[in-house]
């Protein structure tokens, strides 16, 4: 199957720091990325879709300033935590959709962020 | 908005014993996908449904489409220690062009050896 990388894998940073987390696809051209926040013992929370060469389309409730998304290439899509903050220590994990035509609309995850916020 | 609710939210099996995992949407589904996901690991695709009433088979996993296409179920024949893990089913959504997923609340189950 297809092979989505995340980076860093798990990171701990102070309040008030911004972390950038990056997801590639590394055997496919992605051009939809999607960024979910999963909570301990909670199921997957879409946080945004990431359509590469145009802006990000963020669920209700999730602010595009604090979580920036930029999707620069076709197997590259980054989420910036801007002035994080306890709260928003999660597992953030990506997912790249195969290109239109494909034979599945799956989505492929990435390994997973873990952030904590000190 | 779109709903998919899971039961049960929690299974506790012994080894050797069978599992179900049950999932309904709140709307019709062009198709059902259903991932795996291991403590501490992220989710794993298994299989996608896409035809009413389907049912598929992975060894001893066998998963069904509802003739509604709007719930499905995953069972497992003989659990081992190796299926411990949260199943997750996920739907496209409606309310786009249906690249974006919503998810289940998820089974955890956990296989006593």
């Known amino acids: 199957g297809a092979v989505v990388s995340q980076h860093p894998s798990w990171v701990i940073c102070k309040s008030g720091t911004s972390v950038k987390i990056e997801c590639r696809s590394l055997?496919?051209?992605?051009?939809?990325m999607f960024w979910y926040r999963q909570f301990p013992k909670q199921s997957l929370m879409l946080m945004a879709t990431?359509?590469?060469?145009?802006?990000?389309?963020?669920e209700q409730g999730v602010e595009k300033d604090k979580f920036l998304i930029n999707h620069a290439s076709l197997t590259l899509s980054t989420l910036t935590v801007t002035s994080a903050h306890p709260e928003d220590s999660s597992f953030y994990i990506c997912?790249?959709?195969?290109?239109?035509?494909?034979?599945?609309?799956?989505?492929?995850f990435g390994p997973g962020t873990r952030l904590t916020v000190l | 908005g779109q709903q998919v609710m899971q039961i049960p939210q929690y299974q506790h099996v012994q080894e050797g014993e069978d599992f179900t995992t049950y999932c309904n949407s709140s709307t019709t589904l062009s198709n059902i996908q259903w991932y795996k996901q291991r403590p501490g690991g992220h989710p794993v695709f298994l299989i996608q449904l896409v035809k009413s009433g389907e049912v598929k088979k992975q060894k001893r996993l066998t998963f069904q489409f509802g003739e509604a296409k709007k719930n499905s179920s995953l069972h497992i024949t003989a659990t081992q220690t190796t299926d411990v893990g949260t199943y997750f089913c996920?739907?496209?959504?409606?309310?786009?062009?249906?690249?974006?997923?919503?998810f289940g609340e998820g089974t955890q189950l956990t296989v006593n050896p």
């Open positions: 997912s790249a959709r195969p290109p239109r035509g494909a034979r599945t609309d799956t989505q492929y």
């Open positions: 996920a739907g496209p959504s409606r309310e786009t062009s249906g690249s974006r997923l919503t």
């Open positions: 990431s359509n590469e060469g145009s802006k990000a389309t963020y």
């Open positions: 055997d496919f051209q992605a051009t939809t």
